[in-house]
């Protein structure tokens, strides 16, 4: 087990780099050392903050005190293989998501290749359901052993319990409650079931399939869909960091964000034609239909809902790319706290940001969206001690 010092503040160990320090910090490397910590802040009433690669996730500047907890643990087992139905692969929390991802395309595992580059954890995955470009980890989990801090034992969900839905999941809906800032479940352990085939799932979002020379649809080899995923990541801000490599010559402030601060918006038919201009993005809300035998999860479109763009909100009530509360200084804002010159969804810390500077940013983002069309928007990440 590895303490560390107590000097550890949050801006280290999150992406977006601002919040205070942890009143305690560890580590730990087994499944043991990693409940006992658990149930040694609930006995004491200690609050607790359980954290995978802080990537989203945002801290108030007065820190958090409490136990901020880390699962140190990395690797997965192979549960079954053959050639009907595919890879049964258990994967530890601790484990850096994209890390697996890119072990699965190499073993031609088939589901998480749209997943590729995410920042984070395994264990973080199931908690908001993450997706991109057109798939989600709902698409291929079969269940999620957790923790529970209420019975204090180890409760095991099938994939079709976790009531996962768009960015959510039963894990993030007691994120709220008396456990806050953690769930009442903590992830130690995600299964997968994943079929084993040399092309991808047919390709949902047109964005890249275009990048793919594809029609939505198709198929591709999963390397391919792998490394264009890598590509238009990389061309958003949007990369784990350990796969943009060694190179540390110019601090990327696009990067050091949240990833999406705010959820896209979903909308009854009804509002969305009311409120939305007609040349707003509108894509399809997939509804959950249950989930089979087998565990996998089934879903379908709700014709009853519509998913706008958060981004192109933000763009066209007049917060464009690069965008902070100061003036602009060579036609940059010299606000510490700005958005992504890449994507509007990212607010991003360009050095000197505190927590306080990004709220201000988000808030006057939510009253400008909110001003233009009528239309609230939900922060993405876990706000600790502060609200937008
Ligand atoms: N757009 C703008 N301005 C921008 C960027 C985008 O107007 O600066 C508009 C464009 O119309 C574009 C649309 O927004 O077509 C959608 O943009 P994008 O394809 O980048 O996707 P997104 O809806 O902004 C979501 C996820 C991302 C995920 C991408 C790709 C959420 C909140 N975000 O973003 O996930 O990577 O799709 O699938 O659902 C995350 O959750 O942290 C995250 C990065």
Known sequence: MTALAESTTLAELTTLRVGGPAAAYLVTTTEAEFIAAITQADDDGTPLLVIGGGSNLVVADAGFPGLVLR??????????????????????????????????????????EALAGIPGTVGAAP???????????????????????????VRTFAVGELALGYRTSLLKQT????????????????????????????LRYAELARRLGREVGQRAPLGEVREAVLGLRAAKGMLAEHVVGGNTAAPEHDRWSAGSFFTNPVLPLERAERLLPAA?????????????????????????????????????????????????????????????TRHTLALTNRGGATAADIVSLARAICDGVQAKFGIELEPEPNLVGLTI
């Open 71 to 112: 699962d140190g643990r990395s690797g997965w087992i192979l549960d079954s293989a053959d050639a009907c139905s595919g890879a049964s692969v258990t994967v530890v929390a601790g484990q850096d998501w994209d890390g697996f991802v890119a072990a699965a395309v190499a073993e031609r595992w088939v589901g998480l």
């Open 127 to 153: 908690v908001q359901n993450i997706g991109a470009y057109g798939a989600e980890v709902s698409d291929v989990l079969s269940k999620v052993r957790t923790w529970d801090r209420q019975e204090r034992r």
């Open 175 to 202: 994120l709220g409650q008396a456990w806050s800032p953690t769930p009442r479940y903590v992830v130690l352990d995600v299964s997968f079931q994943l079929r084993r085939a040399d092309v991808s799932r047919p």
């Open 280 to 340: 707003a993005p509108r894509y399809p809300v997939r509804a959950v239909i249950g989930a089979g035998m087998s565990g996998i999860y089934r879903t379908e479109v709700d014709p009853a809902l519509v998913k706008t763009s958060a981004a192109w909100l933000i763009e066209r009530a007049g917060f464009t790319k690069g965008y902070g509360l100061d003036g602009l200084a060579g036609g940059q804002s010299c606000s510490p706290a700005t958005l992504s």
